[in-house]
């Protein structure tokens, strides 16, 4: 993996954690909806660099990575924890 790739990857791991914060305590209905939004941007965007089929899974890992991180965040919050 060139270091390009690799920091394309971690920016987009630090991106999803951050939309999570920002998403925690909304309902899951609107933040599905903006994150759909947002993957009609990033597909059209990365579409052109790695093509149509990658550019759909890359966005649809990251926005499930961003559903994730804010139930496991809901979670921890509901306990106390965080």
Excluded: W, Y
């Amino acid at each position: 993996m060139t270091f390009e790739v690799r920091d394309f990857v971690n920016i987009m791991l630090d991106t999803a954690e951050d939309l999570a914060i920002f998403e925690c305590g909304k309902p899951d209905n609107e933040t599905l909806t903006r994150l759909e939004q947002l993957g009609v941007t990033l597909r059209g965007q990365l579409a052109p660099v790695v093509g149509a089929d990658l550019a759909g899974q890359m966005v649809d890992v990251f926005c499930c990575s961003v559903m994730g991180e804010k139930h496991e965040r809901e979670a921890l919050a509901a306990l106390g924890i965080l």
